[in-house]
């Protein structure tokens, strides 16, 4: 963690240059590399250098679909209902 704020300056372009102690912190951060900026209010920033939505990819990997367990599910609540229905309706 930085020990101290540190100043910036906007550029004319809105552009930011990241404070040495910052890119010393940030060593893994490399010049072009993509940033996710979420603005909380007017006075601050969110900054992360890793997508969010990527980082999450295969997260659940290997895992039974959702989907597939709520079709099952359906299923078999269909097939005793129907076995119920039969119960009652006697041919």
Request: aromatic share 4%; glycine share 4%; hydrophobic share 30%.
């Amino acid at each position: 963690m930085l020990q101290s704020i540190t100043r910036s300056t906007v550029s004319k372009k809105w552009q930011i240059v990241l404070p040495k102690k910052a890119r010393k912190i940030l060593s893994e951060v490399k010049p072009g590399q993509s940033a996710w900026v979420k603005p909380l209010d007017k006075e601050t920033l969110i900054v992360s250098f890793s997508n969010p939505v990527r980082e999450g990819r295969g997260l659940l990997k290997g895992r039974t679909s959702l989907t597939e367990t709520l079709l099952k599910e359906r299923r078999e609540e269909q097939a005793r209902e129907e076995e119920k229905t039969k119960r009652w309706i006697r041919p």
